[in-house]
């Protein structure tokens, strides 16, 4: 399908259901990537939503317990602050409950439950997208004071 004909069908489903606009939820969530195999447009697009959302997710869990993490991404979390920690739990518990609540969605759903929960989604994404760039800012923070980058700590190739 291409994205013409995508957007065409995303439209009538946005008057049906009253859903966000084509340009909000592509730009947020790439919802124009679906090709539309399951014969079910809304699940898609609610799939594709919690997609990104589990995406940052499983970010916010390594921040969290970092015993899987790399050596690399471990000096990250060193500086972490107590309002990084608070930023994180809000968001993380945002898009805990999202994820969980979306499992019940793949085992029964109906167009009205899947269209509330991609409104839901919607919600909290732009409620919380502030609160998840700070943490992407924390990161990169961190990663611009971690002392790897300092060239004279650099000696395994010198």
Not at 18 to 33: H, R, T, V, Y
Request: charged share 30%; aromatic share 10%.
């Amino acid at each position: 399908m291409n994205l013409l004909d995508f957007k065409n069908d995303y439209l009538k489903l946005q008057k049906k259901h009253s859903l966000p606009s084509f340009e909000d939820m592509n730009s947020a969530f790439d919802i124009g990537k679906i090709k539309r195999d399951s014969g079910n447009f809304l699940r898609d697009i609610r799939r594709v939503m919690v997609e990104k959302v589990a995406h940052y997710l499983r970010l916010m869990e390594i921040i969290i317990n970092p015993s899987q993490a790399s050596p690399t991404f471990l000096l990250l979390l060193k500086e972490i602050t107590s309002a990084d920690k608070k930023v994180l739990d809000s968001v993380f518990s945002s898009f805990m409950e999202i994820e969980l609540s979306s499992y019940k969605l793949d085992v029964v759903s109906n167009d009205k439950d899947e269209t509330e929960f991609i409104l839901k989604i919607f919600g909290v994404w732009n409620e919380k997208l502030q609160d998840l760039l700070k943490l992407l800012g924390m990161l990169e923070r961190n990663w611009k004071q971690a002392p790897i980058l300092k060239k004279d700590t650099r000696n395994y190739f010198n």
